[in-house]
Each structure stands twice: as C-alpha cells, then as structure tokens.
C-alpha cells in the first residue's frame, strides 16, 4: 500500500517561509499530477499548487507569486516553497498524486501537515 507522508508544516509569523515536503513510502508510476491542498476550519478544501507529469504548474490566486511546487527527478517527492506567509494561508495541507498504473487512475492521499501563520 502506497503512503504518502508530508513534512515542514509549523507555526510561523507573518512574512515569514516554510518548506513543505511529500514523500512516497515507494516509487510512483505513471504519474498524471502532483499536488497541494489545504483546507482550513469551516472551509472547502482548495487546491493551492499542482504541477503536471510534463512540468506545467497551476497556482491558485490566492498564492501566486509567494509559493513555489516542484517535485524530484523520479517523480516520488514533492515540494512547496512557501514565502511571504499571510494569516490566511493558515490551514492543513495536504499531498495529492494522481497516477494511472492500469486502466483506472488511482488517488494518493497524504495524512496533511499544519501550518500556521501568527503574531
């Protein structure tokens, strides 16, 4: 059974960074995205980042400009640079890898990682 286990959450003020990493408990194949959500108490969880097996990366509004996704060579990491924090990107993010090893894309999950942004 894959695991994907996130790390780097923490509680920061605002203006500072955080580097958040998921890592595979084994490697992935064929791989469609990676990515980062979050969800905050009494909210939707949102999609923060996703970068695709090509390399394209989509960021929501919210964040572009102050946080960064990438992912290793092998494709079984994945990373989110995050600058310039705000009080409101406080939440439990979350890892996501969409992969098709067969017919049907199968959905990873991570257990998420807290962060929190205060003075």
């Known amino acids: 059974q894959v695991q994907l286990v996130e790390s780097g959450g923490g509680l920061v003020q605002p203006g500072g960074s955080l580097r958040l990493s998921c890592a595979a408990s084994r490697r992935l194949f064929s791989i469609i995205s990676m990515g980062w959500y979050r969800q905050a108490p009494g909210k939707q969880r949102e999609l923060v980042a996703l970068?695709?097996?090509?390399?394209?990366?989509v960021y929501v509004d919210s964040v572009k400009g102050r946080f960064t996704i990438s992912r290793d060579n092998v494709g079984n990491t994945v990373y989110l640079q995050m600058n310039s924090l705000k009080p409101e990107d406080t939440a439990k993010y979350y890892c996501?890898?969409?992969?098709?090893?067969?017919?049907?894309?199968?959905?990873?999950w991570g257990q998420g990682t807290q962060v929190t942004v205060s003075s």
């Open positions: 996501n890898v969409k992969a098709r090893p067969s017919l049907s894309i199968q959905d990873y």
């Open positions: 970068i695709s097996s090509g390399g394209s990366t």
